[in-house]
C-alpha cells in the first residue's frame, strides 16, 4: 500500500513538474507568438466587457460577475518598454494595472457552470447552475457590491430540468429564447421576454426529451430561428461540444471525449467533412471567429487552446512543418495550467480571444500577425 501511494505521489508530482516546465517555455515565446501591447494611460484603448463565473470550493461564495478590460486600439502606437525580461512577456500577463477590472459581482448559489450574454440585450445574463434551474439576472437591477447575507435572488428561475448540466444558448434570431441541455437527457426552452415579476419561477415553454443521455451543450442556428442543434453519439466517444458556422448554414463542428474535432455538413450527418485529431486529451470546447469564416478554434482538458484556419487543409507541407502538425493547425495557445473551461471569441476586435480555465485563471490574448497572415 505504501509503494501504491507513493507511486501516485510521484506521478503527481512528475504531471505538475511537467505543466510547470510547459508553462515556463510558453512564456518565454510570448514575445514571438503574440502582438500584446501596452496600453497608453491617455487614450488609445477601447474598453469592453465580459461577464464570468466563479467555481470556488465549497465553503466560499461563488459570483456571477461583468468585468472591463481595455484593449488597444488598432491604429495605437505599441510602447516598446512594455516588454518585461524578467518574465519575458509584453503587454504582461495578469495583474497588470488598470487592464481588467471587475465591475460587478452578483451572489450566486454554487459554481457557474456556464454563463452567457442575451445578443439582443445584454442587460440579461442567464447561468446554468449546480442544480436543476436555470438563472437569469439583469444586472441593471443589481448592485456592483454583492450582499453581505449570500443570498442568490435571480430575476428569474427557469424551471423544467430535473439536473445540472452545461448546454445553454441564446437565440440570434428571436429576442429572449434560450435553450438548455442537461445531465437529465432533456432540452428546455423559454421564452424569457415574457418576463414575470421579478424573483419568480418561469416553467419551459417546450421540453425535449429524444437523448437517451447526457445532453452535454444546445445550440441555436445562428441563421434560421427554428433550428437548434444539440450533441449526440457522432465521434467513438462523448460529444462534449458543438458549434454552427455564422458564415456557412450548413456547416457545423462539434468537439468529443475521443480528443478530436469533427466538421459536419447538417445536409448529411453521416459521414465527416474532416477530423482535427491534434489535442491530447478531452475536447470541451468548440467555436467558430465572428470575423473569418475558416477560423475555428477549440479547447481541452490538455490545456490548450487550438486555432484552425480550414482554407489550408490539403496545403503541401515540408518534413520540417509537418512535424508541428497538419497545415490548418494555425496557432496553439499554450498559457493555461489548468483544463480550459471556456473561451470566447471578440466580437469587435480580429483575433482577440479571452479564455478561463479551472484554476479561475483568464487570460486574454491576440496571436501575432505574422501567424495568421502568412
Known amino acids: 500500500m505504501q509503494n501504491q501511494s507513493?507511486?501516485?505521489?510521484y506521478r503527481s508530482f512528475s504531471h505538475c513538474r511537467l505543466v510547470n516546465d510547459e508553462y515556463k517555455i510558453w512564456k518565454k515565446n510570448t514575445p514571438f507568438l503574440y502582438d500584446l501591447v501596452e496600453v497608453n494611460n491617455e487614450g488609445g484603448y477601447c474598453k469592453q466587457q465580459l461577464i464570468l463565473g466563479t467555481h470556488t470550493s465549497e465553503n466560499e461564495q461563488n459570483y456571477l460577475m461583468r468585468a472591463e478590460v481595455h484593449l488597444p486600439l488598432e491604429d495605437s502606437e505599441t510602447d516598446n518598454r512594455g516588454y518585461d525580461e524578467e518574465r519575458g512577456e509584453v503587454g504582461g500577463f495578469g495583474s497588470s494595472?488598470?487592464?481588467i477590472q471587475i465591475v460587478q459581482q452578483i451572489n450566486h448559489e454554487g459554481e457557474v457552470n456556464r454563463?452567457?450574454?442575451c445578443p439582443q440585450n445584454h442587460f440579461l445574463l442567464a447561468t446554468k447552475t449546480v442544480s436543476a434551474e436555470v438563472y437569469v439576472f439583469d444586472y441593471s437591477k443589481h448592485p456592483s457590491k454583492p450582499s453581505a447575507d449570500r443570498e442568490c435572488k435571480p430575476d428569474i428561475r427557469l424551471t423544467g430540468h430535473k439536473n445540472?448540466?452545461?448546454g445553454l444558448s441564446w437565440s440570434a434570431q428571436k429576442e429572449g429564447y434560450l435553450l438548455s441541455g442537461s445531465d437529465d437527457a432533456q432540452i428546455c426552452v423559454w421564452d424569457v421576454s415574457a418576463m414575470p415579476s421579478a424573483g419568480s419561477s418561469l416553467a419551459a415553454m417546450h421540453i425535449y426529451s429524444g437523448h437517451g443521455g447526457v445532453v452535454e451543450d444546445v445550440a441555436w442556428h445562428p441563421r434560421h430561428e427554428s433550428i437548434f442543434g444539440s450533441v449526440?453519439?457522432?465521434?467513438?466517444?462523448?460529444?462534449?461540444c458543438l458549434s454552427f458556422n455564422p458564415f456557412n448554414e450548413f456547416v457545423v463542428a462539434t468537439g468529443s471525449a475521443d480528443k478530436t474535432v469533427a466538421l459536419w455538413d447538417i445536409r448529411n450527418l453521416s459521414k465527416k467533412l474532416h477530423l482535427f485529431d491534434c489535442h491530447q486529451e478531452e475536447v470541451f470546447q468548440v467555436g467558430w471567429s465572428p470575423h473569418h469564416e475558416t477560423i475555428l478554434a477549440s479547447s481541452g482538458a490538455?490545456?490548450?487552446?487550438?486555432v484552425w484556419d480550414l482554407s489550408r487543409i490539403g496545403e503541401e507541407q515540408s518534413q520540417e512543418d509537418a512535424e508541428d502538425?497538419?497545415?490548418?493547425?494555425l496557432f496553439i495557445h499554450g498559457g493555461h495550467t489548468a483544463k480550459i473551461s471556456d473561451f470566447a471569441f471578440n466580437g469587435?476586435?480580429?483575433w482577440v480571444v479571452a479564455s478561463v480555465a479551472e484554476d479561475n485563471i483568464l487570460q486574454i490574448w491576440q496571436m501575432a500577425e505574422n501567424i495568421w497572415s502568412e
Open 302 to 306: 490538455d490545456r490548450r487552446l487550438m
Open 6 to 9: 507513493t507511486a501516485l505521489a
Open 115 to 117: 454563463a452567457r450574454a
Open 164 to 166: 445540472e448540466g452545461y
Open 97 to 99: 494595472a488598470g487592464r
Open 348 to 350: 469587435n476586435d480580429e
Open 232 to 240: 449526440v453519439e457522432a465521434h467513438a466517444a462523448e460529444v462534449n
Open 325 to 329: 502538425g497538419p497545415p490548418e493547425l
